[in-house]
């Protein structure tokens, strides 16, 4: 089954779970002629950005933003297809662009594009852009498929020919990103201003940024893809789901992006909005710290994982907008193993499991084993509304069992840059958005456990080690043949279910509140997200 099928089918269930309640996004495109000139938009968000650099956070927020400035070689559309973005083609075997072997993709790129302060972009700027990332002194937070190019030639200012050292599967997914050299090779990239005014290539302008307010963009008159049909973007910042949704009845949002699942019908209930509800790549998971005492032990975290009931969690807080998550693939994905069955909270095994690792219960209940209870503290973000219930109820579920946890709110800039990188918790609750590829070594390889010694690259927060794990992540980038990857990735998925070194909680759908006066929205389930149309975006005419 491929990936348009997935979403086509996936795309119809959420509309039906939510009570017929979502609209297709694609039936409120309208035509060009019926886009007003001009005009502004307020875009909702309940995230404000730690950085407008993209390169140096994985936070949403600067992912949405970043694709209002910047622009990538290529990049997905809302059906998961490639398309060309700063390059004029998709690079495949089939045009000529890859070599036979795959060792070698050439970029040819657009000509006439100009950075927002009127410099050419050139082959140039591709090269900078990898140097940057491959610089160990950079504060980036993916190096991984970069480091895997053996060098980047420029025959012309608008040809690029990359040579890798081995194979690379994902080869499209690098490069989402391009930097202006002429602005940034003297720069110390982690603590220049740059970060903060950005300048890209694409179709809106940074113009300020109002703290705990609002980002405001203006459109790129000279984007490469034609002029926007909008003026002004105003990215606006909320603090909590409550006055987003006063905010959405008032009428004040054009589109508010992630709206509460425990808000849905609240908002369903609005006049003038439309709610759409789409699938996506993001799924919500629990860590475990692999270095606390406490988990070393896998019986004690299947006994966690076996006390959670995903499903209720699915029912109760997300309102069904959302599905109990099995693996580290989205079912969106063609490395999604379908063979995988749900993992139901089974109370009785996950106390057999305790005992037999030498835990006791004590007279209140909770479990304990030379004296130390079975407590610990699950670190998340404050301010999701949505998570924040479900951490709740997860705490509940555990005491249930026997087991003790309390929830631990940290703002979300800290808690990506802080706690997550320098591993300081116990548990932690969060969400990675899946790529169009499969790829994941950056997520699960021991050399990817961000520590002193490697910078603290990587994202295998838990901190992973397992041998075969390694073995695998490394084959799943150099395999050519896709059935033979997505065999690589199913193992993978079977070692994560039999050692829990996170537990997989839910895959996430987007809520979104629409205006019916909004043109264009199409929200994308890729990396790519949900502005990576934004010149298209408009306003009806009345």
């Known amino acids: ?148 190019i053996a060098s980047i030639e420029t025959p012309d200012p608008y040809t690029v020919h990359i040579k890798f050292k081995q194979y690379y599967a994902p080869y499209l997914t690098l490069f989402p990103t391009i930097l202006p050299k002429h602005l940034l090779e003297s720069a110390d990239i982690n603590k220049s201003q740059f970060n903060r005014a950005p300048v890209g290539t694409g179709a809106f302008k940074f113009k300020e940024w109002r703290i705990a307010d609002a980002i405001v963009f203006e459109a790129n008159s000279s984007y490469f893809m034609g002029k926007p049909n909008l003026n002004t973007i105003i990215y606006k910042i909320f603090p ?64 966690i994982s076996l006390s959670i009931d995903r499903q209720a969690i699915v029912n109760d807080v997300l309102k069904n907008v959302a599905s109990p998550a099995l693996s580290d693939q989205s079912p969106l994905s063609w490395a999604y193993n379908p063979a995988l069955s749900p993992v139901g909270r089974d109370i009785n095994s996950a106390r057999d499991l305790l005992t037999q690792a030498g835990w006791k219960q004590g007279p209140d209940g909770v479990f304990a084993k030379d004296g130390k209870k079975l407590a610990f503290a699950i670190a998340t973000t404050s301010g999701n509304k949505v998570r924040e219930y479900a951490a709740q109820a997860i705490v509940g579920q555990l005491r249930e069992v026997g087991i003790e946890a309390e929830v631990r709110f940290i703002e979300a800039p800290l808690f990506f840059s802080d706690i ?102 199409k929200p994308n389930p890729t990396p790519a997200g949900n502005l990576w149309n934004a010149w298209e975006l408009g306003l009806i005419s009345k």
């Open 240 to 303: 909590d789901t409550n006055i987003m949704l006063t905010q959405i009845k008032a009428g004040q949002i054009d589109i508010a992006s992630n709206v509460n699942a425990s808000q849905f019908d609240q908002v369903k209930a609005v006049a003038g909005y439309d709610t759409v509800i789409s699938p996506n790549m993001i799924w919500e998971h629990l860590d475990f710290n692999l270095d606390n005492s406490l988990f070393q032990d896998v019986r004690v975290r299947t006994a």
């Open 420 to 521: 997550l990188k320098n591993r300081r918790f116990e548990t932690a609750m969060y969400a990675w958005v899946a790529g169009v590829d499969p790829e994941n070594k950056t997520l699960w390889h021991s050399k990817s456990i961000p520590s002193r010694s490697n910078g603290y690259e990587g994202q295998n927060y838990p901190g992973w080690r397992n041998a075969e794990i390694d073995n695998l992540t490394e084959q799943g980038s150099l395999v050519v043949d896709v059935d033979a990857r997505k065999l690589v990735y199913f193992r993978i998925q079977d070692i994560l279910r039999q050692e829990n070194p996170i537990i997989p909680l839910y895959y996430r759908a987007n809520i979104d509140a629409v205006k019916n006066n909004v043109a264009n929205y």
């Open 1 to 148: 089954m491929n990936y348009r099928v997935i979403l086509s089918i996936l795309l119809t269930l959420m509309v039906l779970l939510s009570g017929c309640g979502g609209v297709n996004v694609e039936t409120k495109n309208s035509s060009k002629a019926n886009i007003q000139v001009g005009g502004q938009l307020s875009y909702g968000s309940l995230q404000e950005p730690n950085t407008l650099n993209p390169l140096l956070s994985d936070m949403l927020a600067t992912s949405e933003i970043g694709r209002l400035i910047f622009n990538g070689l290529v990049i997905t559309n809302d059906k998961g297809e490639w398309m060309p973005d700063l390059a004029q083609h998709v690079p495949t075997i089939q045009n000529g662009g890859v070599s036979s072997d795959g060792l070698n993709v050439i970029y040819k790129l657009r000509q006439g594009v100009t950075w927002h302060d009127g410099a050419p972009f050139t082959a140039e700027d591709v090269v900078f852009t990898w140097q940057t990332i491959i610089n160990s002194k950079n504060n980036v937070v993916l190096r991984d498929g970069y480091d895997k």
